[in-house]
């Protein structure tokens, strides 16, 4: 859910057309011989991300995935490969390539799952940074289908009470389709915010709130830190003991457990730095119920809580996904804003690899 | 998590031994014309909740389902009914009648399915309270698979910036197998705590931790309420949007969409007083991999979390279900400590139905 301090101010902002953004994203990728096939994917999912607001996750870090190819950290062309599999489930080798082709592919794998069986299920590992999770249960509901998907990642986060970091941010994402009204789509960090949020408080400038992140003391941080260390850990959703920290840091443990323990790729304390395990589901709802029966429900309970009171002065309800489809409606019009920065950074890198300029 | 102000005063305790506890519970429905076979599935998962510390969802709560089955709420002896079926997923019908029976139903499909087909998954309607949500996936843990259940409640929960409660408590329970450590189990409210230790609170005459219950406008409340109203409202986990509130309500909805929407039993906002909806899921390790490295894994990052430093005089980082675990290796040598009051609400409920006592 956006928080308005973390917005780049309008003024300072460069408006980029998702098209535009999708080719240079692929131009980019492509000449770092990335196949054209898998750059289309990652073009697809970062340009979502970007349309729908998420700009911790979106366009502006493709230069992070080009340096982490460029640097071999990434194999590129990437093989993926089914190492086990039976009607529901499927265990898959990423490659150590691109984690949004992985990820990309185990919902697909889901969904064909799904499809034929009520349930697909597929863990992946030797896998990287997959983007924003919330793209992938949309390919589920795009079906019809419930989808689901997480990913662990390299320890940022403190247990309750511990003095390190040992889990990473173990985002879960769960969407469901609904009829007249828009998808159900949560997709929320199990620490208290996404870790991409404290970067861009420290880009912009400005504090962050206390009770996101703790020094080794457990003291309170609200200077946004200039990079990960050991000194300072991201705080489990809930926080404290008393705020229920034990369920963000539970939570947490329950993503490692579906993509780095199930896949055997490795959980978060045991992960090198830039990788990243993923776990998928499809759910098709038909085999419950009618599918126009469900969405019917799903439409009346949007409703009703779209229709909550609220004080007055109080910003309305929401229901996860607004925002990001809010962000969309708007985005598809006008383009995304980028940070000058951040748009000549890309603008740079583009000419340093040759490539032409879209943006 | 147990918190230490919410104990039972040892000095004020009836102890009682698990098995007579499991016969008195036995012995009290079936005086109220509860088949044997569903008592005895119902005395075994009250009686779980107890041995494991899970007092506000254990025994002592034997009497008000014996009030729901005397008062005609509960449809006594229920008929499960499945409506519809395929090969990894089914819709069973609890026919208004005890929770535990349909939820403790629908995992054993769950399991079966999993073991047929990799993965299980049923959606439960027309079902009513099923006690403690972890004990259903350790169901499947014994069995060496992951476990999930998730069950519904009419509201107690604002959503973020809500006036009105619109959610349950919503819990999610997940357990996870391990080899030479005890298993992973995750059972958490989607709210800051579970309504149990509102009430426990009250009953013990001490207040409540600000951020647990807030009023119409917000305004936080300490004094535990004495009864649900619309006057008052529990927090989702997160509690404040800054401390990431819209987190806990989205996976308040999500249990919401999983248990009353794809059952069609009803969501949250819309359910009869007394009205549960459960889903449960379980899931084949040995489709992914070897189960024997799986259990490695898993014993070895429990011991990881375990060993993570705390500060001097901070509390042990613990791993989800120790605290259970914990109180059941203690209370299968001493008892169940009941409240004295509590308990002899038991022995005069027994007196009342002309059951034996063997409490």
């Known amino acids: 859910m956006a928080f308005d301090f973390l917005q780049v101010p309008e003024q300072e902002a460069v408006w980029v057309a998702g098209a535009a ?6 131009a980019l990728l492509q000449a770092l011989a990335v196949p054209a096939e898998h750059a289309q994917i990652v073009a697809e999912i970062l340009t979502y991300a970007s349309l729908h607001g998420v700009d911790t996750h979106g366009a502006g870090n493709i230069l992070g995935y080009c340096g982490a190819i460029e640097q071999g950290v990434y194999t590129v062309p990437q093989r993926l490969e089914i190492v086990s599999e039976s009607a529901t489930t499927a265990l898959l080798d990423a490659g150590n390539g691109l984690g949004f082709v992985s990820a990309h592919r185990a919902m697909e794998l889901s969904i064909e799952k799904a499809r034929a069986y009520g349930v697909g299920m597929v863990s992946v590992r030797n896998g990287h940074h997959i983007g924003m999770a919330g793209f992938y249960p949309m390919m589920a509901v795009a079906q019809d289908m419930l989808g689901v998907a997480v990913t662990n990642a390299t320890p940022s986060m403190r247990p309750l009470h511990g003095t390190l970091p040992r889990l990473g941010t173990n985002p879960i994402a769960f969407g469901a389709p609904a009829g007249q ?10 620490t208290t915010v996404a870790s991409g949020k404290i970067s861009l408080a420290r880009r912009l400038g400005v504090p962050i709130p206390a009770g996101w992140a703790v020094g080794v003391d457990g003291e309170l941080i609200t200077e946004p830190p200039a990079q990960r260390t050991d000194q300072w850990m991201q705080t489990p959703l809930g926080n404290t003991h008393e705020g229920g920290g034990h369920k963000g840091y539970g939570l947490a443990v329950m993503v490692d457990i579906l993509c780095g323990v199930l896949s055997g790729g490795g959980f978060s304390a045991q992960m090198q730095p830039g990788q990243n395990m993923t776990w998928t589901m499809a759910v098709d709802i038909a085999r419950f119920r009618p599918l126009d029966e469900f969405k019917a429900m799903m439409d009346e309970m949007i409703r009703t809580l779209h229709a909550t009171p609220t004080a007055p002065g109080e910003q309305p309800v929401l229901v996860a996904g607004d ?8 985005r598809q019009e006008r383009g995304i804003p980028f940070q000058r920065a951040q748009y000549e950074a890309i603008v740079a890198g583009a000419q340093r690899l040759g490539v032409e300029i879209f943006i």
Chains 1, 2 share one sequence.
Do not use: G, N, V
Not at 21 to 26: D, G, P, S
Not at 183 to 189: C, K, Q, T, V, Y
């Open 181 to 190: 009204e828009r998808p159900f789509l949560l997709d929320m960090a199990t």
């Open 21 to 26: 953004l999708r080719h240079q994203i692929e």
């Open 323 to 330: 925002p990001e489809f809010d962000a969309a409606a708007i």
